[in-house]
Nanobody, 126 residues
Framework: QVHLVEFGGGLVQPGGSLRLSCAAPGFTLDYYAIGWFRQAPGKEREGVSC????????SYADSVKGRFTISRDSAKNTVYLQLNSLKPEDTAVYYC???????????????????WGQGTQVTVSS
């Protein structure tokens, strides 16, 4: 089983930025597509962004496109989600997840992801 750990959540003012990290000690994340999902209290979990294990293709939810950027640093075995221009409605627990790898491309269907981290809290408030 791939054990994922998210880092980088915190409290930020509207319009601010955060960078979330996804790591998996003992596993090579290059072999997997990585998806970022989020869940706010009382709401269903939704897909945010993903990056494939093959050509690095990416996908974004309409609600975050142009504000969030996903990237992969193979040397550090880490996947990042850069959150810019944050809004209060971005407040949620953010999770990273993997498919069973390798992947040709990625999408944001939750059922395709099998290993999940415990999440990191992002709070956007003044």
């Amino acid at each position: 089983q791939v054990h994922l750990v998210e880092f980088g959540g915190g409290l930020v003012q509207p319009g601010g930025s955060l960078r979330l990290s996804c790591a998996a000690p003992g596993f090579t994340l290059d072999y997997y597509a990585i998806g970022w999902f989020r869940q706010a209290p009382g709401k269903e979990r939704e897909g945010v962004s993903c990056i494939s294990s093959s050509d690095g293709s990416t996908s974004y939810a309409d609600s975050v496109k142009g504000r969030f950027t996903i990237s992969r640093d193979s040397a550090k075995n880490t996947v990042y989600l850069q959150l810019n221009s944050l809004k209060p409605e971005d407040t949620a627990v953010y999770y990273c997840a993997t498919d069973e790898g390798p992947s040709t491309w990625c999408d944001l269907y939750e059922y395709e992801y099998v290993y999940w981290g415990q999440g990191t809290q992002v709070t956007v408030s003044s």
